[in-house]
C-alpha cells in the first residue's frame, strides 16, 4: 500500500515535470504553427532591406501567412534578394506588391504583401517585380533636419 | 621561509584536487556499466526518484513562485522608466528559462537532495553496509549507487521545468494583478520573444547537464567519504561547496556557447 502510494506521487511528480515543459513549449515559447503548412517559395528584390531578418513574418492584410526564408545579395545589381516561404493555401496574383514594414516605432520588421489585379498567380520560384524597401528612420530625420536647416537660412 | 611552506601548501592542494578529480572520473567509468543495470530495475529509480525529487518539489515550487514574483517587481520598476513595462513577460520568460530555472533549480537540489544523497552513502559506508553486501556478493554500485544517480539525474530537468513554469505563473500574479499589467499583453509579449528552440531546449538542455554533475558529484563525494563521522559530514560540505560552484561555472561556459553560437 505504501509503495503504491510512493509510486502514485513520483508518477505525479513526473506527469507535473511534463506539464510544465509543454506550458513553456505552447504558452510561453512561439511553436511554429505555420511549420505544419505546406509552404511555396517566392522571391522580391529590395534596395534596403533595413533591420529585416529571415524568420520574421510575411503578412497579408496584417494576417500572417508566411516568413522570410533567406536574404541574399545579386551580385550583379547588389540588391538585396529576400526569398519569401508562402501557405500554399494562399494564392497571389503576379503583380502583386511587396513592402517591408516596421511593427510600431522600433519595432521588429516584416514583410507585407498587397495583392494585385492580375488573373495569374505566382508560382513557387516566382518573383514579386513591386517592391518598397524599408523605411529607415535615421534617414527620414536627418532629411528633415537638412531640409528645416535649408528652409531657415533661406535656400533650397 | 615561511613563503615556501605557503607555496608547497598551494601544490599539494592542487594536486589534491587533480587527484581527486581522475578518483571521480574513475569512479564514473566503473558507475557507467552499473547504470545499464540499474534501469533494469526501476523500482529502485522509483523510491531515489521519490526521495530526491518530489521531497524537493515543495522548495523548489516556493522558491520559483517567490523569484518570478520578485522579477516582476524588479523588473517592473526598472522598465517602466523607458515606458517598456510591457515587456515584463519577456523579461520574465527569460531570466526564468535561461537562467534562473535551471541554475536556481541546481543550486536548491545540491542543498536539499545532493546532501542527502552523500550523507546517506557515506553513512552506509561508514557502518559498512557496504561492506556487508560487497560480502554477500552483491555489487553495491547497481544496486546502491546507480538508482540514486538516475533520479537526481532525471529529477532535476523536471524540477527546472516546475520552477521555470511557477515563476511565471508567480509573475503574472504580481504583474496583472498588483501592478496593473494587460493580462493579454503579458503573455504576447512572452510568445513574440520566447524561442522554443533557443531559450527553453536550451534551459533544458542546461538542467540535464546541472543534473548530471551534481548527482555524479554527491554520489562520489558519498562513495569516497571517510569512513567516520567527521569524515561523512566532511563529504557532505564538499558536495554542496563543489556542486554549487561546478553549477556556475558550467552554467557560464554553456551560456557563452549558446548566445554565441558555436
Redesign the interface.
Known sequence: MQAKGMEFTVGLFVVAGLLALAMLALKVGNIQVLNAGETYAVTADFNDIGSLKPKAPVTVAGVRIGRVARITVDPVTYRAIVTLDILKKYRFPRDSSASIQTAGLLGEQFVSLSPGGSRRDLKNGGKIRITQSAIILEKIISQLLYSKAGHASGHN | MSWDLGISGLGRRVIGGVGRLGRATLFLARLAPALGVALARARLI??Q??MT??LT?VIVLVSGAFVGMILALQGYNTLVRYDAQSSLGLLV?LSL?RELGPVLTALLFAGRAGSALTAEIGLMKATEQLDGMEMMAVDPLPRVVAPRFWAGWI?V???A??F???G?LGAYVVAVGDLGLDGGVF?SQ???G???TN??MGG?VKSVVFGFVVSWIAVFEGYDAKPTSEGVSRATTRTVVSSSLAILALDFIMTAFMLRGL
Request: hydrophobic fraction near 65%; charge should be negative; proline fraction near 3%.
Open positions: 522509483v523510491q526518484l521519490y525529487g518530489v518539489l520568460a528559462t529529477a530537468p523536471l524540477l521545468m516546475i521555470s513554469a511557477v511565471i503573455w512572452m510568445q513574440s520566447v524561442s522554443v531559450d527553453i533544458l
